[in-house]
């Protein structure tokens, strides 16, 4: 499910960066990557990412966007990206892959996801950067 250029997957977390402009610094980052992604039609994520957005965007930013606003965001997330809807072999190997990884079952999900579409990165501040599970490896791009 690959392409000549690799997916990258985005966790939440840079989603709502880049809606979220308190952090003048992230938002720039986070917006720029996003923009990148859909530009170069390499983003990917996980049905996961599309709820959690969501909820971030209405409930977690203060203010925060309203319904029909974040129901836009997800829709161009949605439309732009290929996005994976997981199925329960995707649950057992996340499942699998948390004691395998010593992660979250969560963490375990989106880098699970992120192995299965294809993806070589997965852009997150919540996973220790340069990590690597299967084939995918964890950046945060607000490392210095």
């Not at 392409?3 to 720039?28: G, M």
């Not at 969560?106 to 997965?122: C, E, I, P, Q």
Request: proline share 3%; hydrophobic share 45%.
């Amino acid at each position: 499910m690959t392409s000549s250029t690799s997916a990258e997957f985005r966790d939440t977390n840079i989603l709502a960066y880049a809606y979220d402009d308190k952090q003048p610094a992230k938002h720039e980052i986070a917006r720029q990557l996003v923009d990148r992604l859909g530009d170069t039609r390499v983003g990917v994520a996980s049905i996961q990412v599309l709820r959690e957005l969501f909820i971030t965007l209405t409930r977690k930013l203060r203010p925060g966007l309203s319904h029909d606003q974040a129901r836009l965001v997800v829709s161009d997330v949605a439309r732009n990206w290929r996005i994976l809807q997981p199925g329960v072999s995707d649950v057992l190997d996340a499942i699998d892959n948390a004691a395998r990884w010593r992660l979250s079952f969560w963490d375990a999900m989106l880098l699970t996801a992120a192995n299965r579409l294809g993806a070589s990165v997965l852009w997150s501040e919540d996973l220790n950067d340069r990590q690597s599970c299967g084939l995918v490896t964890v950046r945060n791009p607000f490392a210095r």
